[in-house]
């Protein structure tokens, strides 16, 4: 249990377009779900949280107009890249929270979106 | 000073052995402590939460020390597969927009040679 998957799993674009990264909970409803970023060889920096239903809250230092985030049903949260440019290359890891069960602080990962703006 | 730091290592670690390591964090008020394990390019894994009493999870210890604020990862009996970099994970906590995240370590590398 506890699946969460992310799609697409690798993505190549050209500087100034814009790229939609989907998360899905397969098994549960997530109540509560994050988007993080990880820079090679850093740990993984949260940008933002998304709670179904309402606005997204993002951390300090993420801009919200680059970074929309979308949370429209219990089982899936969006983060479009919009504008992208070669510094937003990164690979980019949605997690999710059950707050139904188990311990209500642990959050359970996507595969990761690699992403290379050229 | 960084809310959680870990050694990066690498650990490198003959098969068989033994191999422990440590992460300190700065947040007195955090109460949630995890592990996890990140293989190179992928996502991160759960891999043991750890309760005040400390736990075991078959080869894997985990240890807590609030007192001096830092948690311990103990692997017996290392396999190849154990190589990763495994991730000290503590929750944010003592503000009001802190419930539900977590703050990650950037890791220790483990490598284990046969």
């Known amino acids: 249990g506890a699946v969460v998957s992310q799609h697409p799993s690798w993505v190549i674009c050209k500087s100034g377009t814009s790229v939609k990264i989907e998360c899905r909970s397969l098994?549960?409803?997530?109540?509560?779900m994050f988007w993080y970023r990880q820079f090679p060889k850093q740990s993984l920096m949260l940008m933002a949280t998304s709670n179904e239903g309402s606005k997204a809250t993002y951390e300090q230092g993420v801009e919200k107009d680059k970074f929309l985030i979308n949370h429209a049903s219990l089982t899936l949260s969006t983060l479009t890249v919009t504008s992208a440019h070669p510094e937003d290359s990164s690979f980019y890891i949605c997690?999710?929270?059950?707050?139904?069960?188990?311990?209500?602080?642990?959050?359970?990962f996507g595969p990761g979106t690699r992403l290379t703006v050229l | 000073r960084k809310e959680v730091e870990q050694d990066p290592g690498p650990f490198n670690v003959p098969e068989g052995a033994t191999v422990a390591f440590n992460c300190t964090y700065s947040?007195?008020?955090?109460?949630?402590f995890f592990w996890y394990r990140q293989d190179c390019r992928k996502e991160p894994k759960l891999l043991m939460s750890v309760y005040s009493s400390g736990n075991e999870d078959g080869r894997f210890t985990a240890q807590l020390n609030r007192a001096s604020q830092y948690i311990s990862l103990l692997i017996r009996d290392s396999k190849l597969s154990d190589s990763a970099t495994y991730l000290c994970?503590?929750?944010?906590?003592?503000?009001?927009?802190?419930?539900?995240?977590?703050?990650f370590g950037a890791g220790t590398q483990v490598v284990v040679t046969p």
């Open positions: 098994d549960f409803q997530a109540t509560t």
């Open positions: 997690s999710a929270r059950d707050g139904y069960r188990g311990h209500t602080d642990t959050q359970y």
């Open positions: 994970v503590v929750n944010k906590a003592g503000t009001t927009d802190s419930w539900g995240k977590l703050q």
């Open positions: 947040n007195s008020a955090s109460q949630s």
